[in-house]
């Protein structure tokens, strides 16, 4: 089945330590995206990228970082920079960045720091 | 104004109602609109997209949407149970030349049995 996979579910740091998600896809989409999702708000666009080697900063790109060095993968890091890491984490793709082409989901990343 | 912007509820409608779930957004430019799903825990699922004015219709579910007024809406019949989540409304807003899928908070639905 095509989809995006997401690991792990649940991912717990210590404050000061940088930690890596994992997002892959094989839904052969030339878009990805890094969401996170705060209790009782919406998603807010961390990071996305529109094709390998390229990425561009979202909303709230301070404190995290990115690589795109294969279609299939955008791997996203919690750098110490970022001051309240504790959140819900959502990987997506799409067909292309653009207009039309709705987004799809991984199952999540919950991350929590302490 | 913000981009996006939904009623953060909760709204609570009787199993078999009607329920009706509203989102307004800024850019008047914005020719893509989602509704997404997320059930407590979850990552969103799409559930309806609407480019044109006017309604589209898949089983239960009607989106809205009326660009002129920069509303865009989401119909849902004969609710039950398993509708209770909360609903996302997302719009693609233009900054420069550069579309994003912008997200609302989200409206939270609880159909009461």
């Known amino acids: 089945d095509g989809g995006i996979t997401q690991s792990p579910k649940y991912l717990f740091r210590k404050e000061g330590q940088n930690v890596t998600l994992s997002c892959e896809q094989n839904?052969?989409?030339?878009?990805m995206y890094w969401y996170r999702q705060d209790p009782g708000q919406g998603l807010r666009l961390i990071y996305y990228?529109?094709?390998?080697?390229?990425?561009q900063k979202g909303d709230i790109a301070e404190g995290y970082s990115v690589s795109r060095e294969k279609k299939e993968s955008f791997p996203l890091t919690v750098t110490s920079a970022q001051k309240n890491p504790t959140a819900f984490y959502l990987c997506?793709?799409?067909?292309?960045?653009?207009?039309?082409?709705?987004?799809?989901f991984g199952n999540g990343t919950r991350l929590t720091v302490t | 104004q913000k981009e996006v912007e939904q009623n953060s509820g909760p709204l609570s409608v009787p199993e078999g109602a009607i329920a009706s779930l509203n989102c307004t957004y800024s850019?008047?430019?914005?020719?893509?609109f989602f509704w997404y799903r997320q059930y407590s825990g979850k990552s969103p699922e799409l559930i309806m997209s609407?480019?044109?004015?006017g309604d589209k219709e898949d089983g239960r579910f009607t989106a809205q949407l009326n660009k002129a007024s920069q509303y865009v809406s989401l119909l849902i019949r004969d609710s039950q149970p398993s509708d209770s989540a909360t609903y996302l409304c997302?719009?693609?807003?233009?900054?420069?030349?550069?579309?994003?899928?912008?997200f609302g908070k989200g409206t939270k639905l609880s159909v009461k049995p």
């Open positions: 850019d008047r430019v914005s020719q893509s």
């Open positions: 997302a719009v693609n807003i233009f900054r420069g030349s550069q579309g994003n899928l912008i």
């Open positions: 609407i480019y044109s004015n």
């Open positions: 839904l052969n989409h030339d878009a």
């Open positions: 997506a793709s799409s067909d292309r960045v653009g207009a039309n082409s709705p987004l799809h």
């Open positions: 990228s529109q094709i390998v080697n390229d990425f």
